[in-house]
């Protein structure tokens, strides 16, 4: 699905991906935890083409073709999708007008706000949410909802959630989970998080574990449970 | 030397038989008079203009704002007579100026206005009717230049009282050289509701440079603008089908009431509410459902009927032949009644485009398969069957089903007759006949629709299909008439209700008005067995055509409405804006699409508007300015405010090279509101110093300033706002907000707020912002496979919703997609 060859990243001079080198495989989970500013987050970033981080070496594939050039909205019309850490608030903007022009071309209006509306439903956001400005007076779970519900209108094939469970109250963070393991298949989905409790809803294929901008280890779920409980020490 | 023309004109200004007016560059006081002149005004207007043209030449130029210092007075034409307007033709105009309207879509009667080739528009009737309903409530509205003529004594007493030529050098100009504008004045008490446009009065009147707007409002009168939409869920024909309004997106092809297909140039959708209109066509399953303004192309009744007094309580007859040769117009949907005609224009074989021929038997086949037709993949044989069941008594219909498939595939059908159930089954293995009816005409029976491949073929290709169809589906009953001859009324039901709109399409296209109508499914009883029973939808027509209520021409169809509801409506409308021939089918009904923008070609545009409120009055006025990048804009906008009056000035300024422009209020009477909401974009070269004064001149009088600049590209915008509160403008209230948005370094934007508060008892509210736009935001968007010029422009769009949102939505939708395109201009 995406391969990653020899992509080293800096962000102005500061170097924080170092020569990774990995293959996600189609249909398969993945999470991919690590340290406070171990470069996971950055991982996300220059997979979706964010204009701050420089690619140094290296390519980066989609199902065969090179897309480490391509532009951030390219790249999102293959089939990539980033779940915000931190989703912005948009003045003036609604999730309609948003996914709208997102999907001119694709969908019609009023099956996207059908679909809205539906997905609305199920991930229990409350309706002013949608109406207003998106983001704008939004709780953390709700904002990360309202990622996850972007997401599942625009239907990618690769689905990056980073961090889609911090600063999320346990009864959203259930209705996030249950609803993205439904979600999930046939699709290739990154976690990243700190957290072993989501992972026990979705559970991985597989758990990366990044250290210093390097890819230290992968193993499958019990990695994770293993991390949760006696840090990352056990990596080293 | 021009004194003496001056006083000749006065008491009879000679002239010679033969007098014909140049037009020519530059100004002085004997072009003012000729002026006055040719429009044979009052002696007062003569005094009045040669007076400001005194003032004018005597005025300084501003020495704040905007640079004005490259304007040159004497290259300027400031009267041209409409008999020798230069341009000659749309193909004159800057390429730029085209090129937006082209993209944005310009009605094509604006662009003969524009032009100056003053042909026979629709929008013309529109504008008549609409006269005719102003008439009636005593509302005038009239281009400036007849309302002086028609009623001096109200415009004496006005014009010139609010905006004096002293009031600045432009003003003063405007004074001199005015033409054309609107004369609008609402009697006492009234509330005008109807659409009032400017784009109505272009149509009516010319346009000029320097043109002069007066309105008065009497107390407790009120007027606004609206516009007409369609609901949601009207179908419409386009090149690819039939689809529901909604669906259908700018740059589809729609078919129009010239029986040919023209490119959606936008879509637009509003939040309505108020009445609809609900008309159904003698074909009930045509009903169309409109806002109540929208024009649909009908003939009435009334211009077409014979001379015998109606019968019993039937409709007036109606004289076929003078139905026939009436031109039918454009005409609001409110004022149809029942009886009166819609047209359904007829579809011919040059608008289509036909990329790929079908051969006879496939056309034929496709025809039975809609009718008796399915087609599934077995997988445990790995084969693509195609199956077609009759009643076993059909053996001509099964023979020829089996003799197409063989001329198709070269290969034997398998005919299996099943005696217990009388069905005959014709079963064939083969992928590329699975292919060519599953990719045509789809699967099952209640989804069954035709490919636009198969809609675009010839008439005599769909005649095979349909007879086809109509051997397996349809019915004839023959009815002896009265005088003992015959008419045959031929019927066919599907579960379809896309492929009976469809079936309409092709009758019309081989020349036949067909009927819709539904019949409703439900539970039923058949031989003791519980059934549940499908919508059926009903197609039928009538032959001789005589028998039918339908008459025809060449063109199109004319179907008389059958009842016409009125009902009230809230949520979302929708409406096409349509290249050239402005109008689309609605389920075959020919409707007449949006409005478009003002716009001219000349470098110096100078107006002046005065506005009245009176008592307890109400007026909105809205303006979208988007001038060709070579013009300064400098306009005088006042309006006079008395007691509880409410005047709200909505002022979007995209276009122009130079715009200074500072919409007043004078609140003169105790209570008055003011409100200027406005909009500044300024792309490369582009100076927009727009702003709103507001003076509290009386106790309690409240007043809103919302600004909103755009500056991009090395642009810039100014805010310059007046607050002045009296010394006796007791517990008044003042609200200024001022935000503004930098698209890159290299723009500018400046905040010139001026506050004069002479008295301690008044509430103030100023808020000023000024923000980037944010990368973070653009990279947000991107990532949702949105490309970086669209999102600046949902970004900037988003910024001006505060005050978009007040805007009726031609304007909302025209700026949005005007911001959206200045966005898409300046990438790459």
């Known amino acids: ?236 | 030397m021009s004194d003496d023309l001056v006083f000749d004109y006065r008491y009879g200004f000679k002239v010679p038989e033969n007098y014909v007016f140049k037009s020519r560059k530059g100004l002085d006081k004997k072009l003012v008079a000729e002026i006055s002149y040719i429009k044979k005004e009052p002696k007062w207007m003569t005094q009045f203009r040669l007076n400001a043209y005194d003032v004018f030449v005597k005025k300084q130029m501003p020495n704040w704002g905007a640079d004005l210092t490259a304007i040159n007075f004497d290259d300027i034409y400031y009267y041209i007579k409409p008999t020798d307007n230069t341009v000659s033709s749309w193909e004159d105009l800057p390429k730029e100026i085209k090129e937006t309207y082209d993209r944005i879509g310009v009605p094509e009667a604006e662009k003969n206005f524009l032009a100056g080739v003053s042909a026979q528009y629709e929008s013309e009737v529109v504008y008549k009717s609409i006269q005719k309903e102003l008439d009636k409530i005593g509302v005038v509205f009239l281009d400036m230049d007849s309302g002086l003529r028609e009623h001096p004594e109200i415009v004496r007493k006005y014009f010139g009282k609010l905006v004096p030529p002293a009031d600045n050098k432009f003003a003063a100009l405007n004074s001199a050289v005015w033409s054309g504008g609107s004369f609008l004045y609402v009697p006492k008490g009234v509330k005008v509701t109807l659409p009032l446009q400017a784009y109505f009065r272009i149509n009516a009147e010319r346009f000029g440079q320097f043109e002069r707007t007066l309105i008065i409002a009497e107390e407790g009168s009120y007027v606004h603008y609206i516009e007409g939409c369609l609901l949601a869920g009207e179908k419409i024909i386009t090149d690819q089908g039939i689809k529901n309004i909604e669906a259908i997106k700018p740059k589809d092809f729609v078919f129009t009431h010239q029986g040919r297909y023209e490119k959606v140039k936008a879509v637009m959708i509003r939040k309505y509410q108020g009445e609809i209109y609900k008309i159904t066509p003698l074909s009930a399953l045509n009903s169309i459902t409109l806002t109540k303004e929208h024009p649909v192309l009908a003939i009435k009744r009334e211009k077409v009927l014979t001379k015998r007094k109606p019968r019993n309580s039937w409709l007036p007859e109606v004289n076929t032949k003078r139905l026939i040769q009436e031109k039918p117009e454009f005409i609001p949907v409110s004022e149809l009644k029942k009886g009166d005609f819609v047209i359904f224009p007829k579809i011919k074989d040059d608008s289509k485009k036909i990329n790929f021929e079908f051969s006879d038997e496939e056309m034929e086949l496709i025809g039975f398969y809609l009718a008796e037709g399915s087609a599934y993949y077995h997988k445990q044989l790995n084969q693509y069957v195609v199956t077609f069941s009759f009643s076993s008594k059909e053996k001509e219909n099964i023979k020829k089903v089996i003799d197409l498939i063989e001329k198709i595939i070269n290969k034997k059908a398998n005919l299996q007759i099943i005696k217990e159930k009388n069905e005959a089954r014709i079963q064939v293995y083969s992928k590329t006949l699975y292919d060519l009816l599953v990719e045509n005409c789809y699967r099952h029976s209640d989804e069954k629709k035709l490919s636009e491949l198969v809609l675009n073929q010839k008439k005599e290709k769909l005649e095979k299909l349909f007879w086809a169809y109509f051997k397996g589906d349809g019915n004839l009953s023959i009815k002896k008439n009265s005088s003992g001859s015959k008419s045959y009324l031929y019927r066919l039901s599907t579960a379809s209700s896309i492929l009976a709109y469809q079936i309409q399409m092709i009758l019309n296209n081989l020349g036949i008005f067909a009927s819709l109508r539904l019949r409703k499914g439900g539970e039923d009883k058949i031989l003791d067995r519980n059934i549940k029973r499908k919508d059926q939808y009903i197609i039928s027509f009538t032959k001789p055509k005589k028998w039918s209520e339908i008459r025809e021409t060449e063109d199109y169809f004319i179907v008389p409405i059958k009842k016409i509801e009125k009902e009230f409506y809230q949520g979302e409308v929708f409406n096409l804006e349509v290249k050239n021939d402005n109008s689309y089918l609605a389920k075959g009904i020919a409707l007449h699409n949006c409005t478009a923008p003002i716009y001219t070609t000349s470098s110096l545009h100078s107006a002046v508007v005065e506005i009245f409120v009176k008592k307890g009055a109400r007026v909105r006025y809205t303006t979208v300015q988007n001038w060709s990048h070579n013009v300064y804009n400098l306009v005088t906008k006042r309006a006079k405010v008395e007691e509880e009056g409410v005047m709200e000035w909505i002022d979007c300024n995209i276009g122009s090279y130079v715009t200074m422009k500072y919409p007043s209020c004078v609140l003169t009477g105790r209570g008055a509101r003011g409100e200027v909401l406005s909009i500044a974009y300024a792309a490369k070269n582009q100076h927009q110093d727009a702003g709103a004064k507001m003076l509290h001149l009386a106790p309690e009088t409240s007043s809103r300033i919302i600004s909103k600049s755009i500056s991009r590209d090395g642009g810039r915008t100014s805010y310059r706002g007046l607050v002045y509160v009296a010394p006796n403008a007791k517990n008044s209230k003042v609200y200024v907000s001022c935000d503004a948005m930098l698209i890159d370094e290299r723009s500018r934007s400046d905040t010139y707020p001026t506050m004069k508060i002479k008295n301690r008892q008044v509430e103030v509210q100023h808020e000023a912002t000024v923000e980037k736009i944010g990368e973070e935001k653009l990279f947000y968007l991107q990532s949702r496979g949105i490309k970086k010029a669209e999102a600046e422009g949902l970004l900037v769009n988003g910024f001006i919703e505060p005050v978009t949102k007040e805007i009726p939505l031609e304007y909302t939708v025209e700026l949005n997609r005007l911001i959206n395109l200045e966005m898409e201009g300046s990438v790459g």
Do not use: C, W
């Open chain 1, 1 to 236: 699905m995406i391969s990653l060859k020899n992509l080293s990243v800096s962000v102005g001079e500061k170097k924080i991906l170092k020569n990774i080198n990995f293959n996600f495989e189609k249909n398969k989970v993945y999470a991919l935890m690590g340290p406070n500013g171990s470069g996971k987050s950055t991982l996300a970033s220059i997979i979706v083409g964010h204009p701050s981080y420089t690619v140094e070496e290296g390519k980066i594939f989609f199902e065969n073709d090179d897309i480490t050039e391509l532009d951030v909205d390219e790249r999102a019309k293959k089939g990539i999708f980033l779940s915000f850490q931190q989703p912005l608030s948009l003045s003036g903007v609604t999730v309609f007008q948003l996914l709208r022009l997102a999907l001119s071309g694709k969908k019609d209006p009023l099956k996207v706000k059908e679909e809205i509306d539906f997905y609305a439903k199920k991930l229990k956001i409350k309706k002013e949410l949608i109406e207003r400005s998106l983001n704008d007076g939004a709780s953390g779970g709700e904002k990360k909802k309202l990622e996850v519900l972007q997401a599942a209108l625009l239907e990618p094939k690769f689905l990056i959630l980073d961090e889609v469970d911090t600063g999320v109250d346990v009864d959203a963070l259930k209705t996030i989970a249950l609803f993205l393991d439904e979600f999930k298949k046939d699709k290739t989905v990154l976690i990243i998080t700190h957290y072993y409790r989501i992972l026990k809803y979705l559970q991985p294929d597989y758990v990366m574990v990044m250290i210093d901008g390097e890819i230290k280890k992968v193993g499958d779920k019990t990695l994770a449970e293993k991390i949760e409980k006696e840090g990352y020490e056990v990596i080293s």
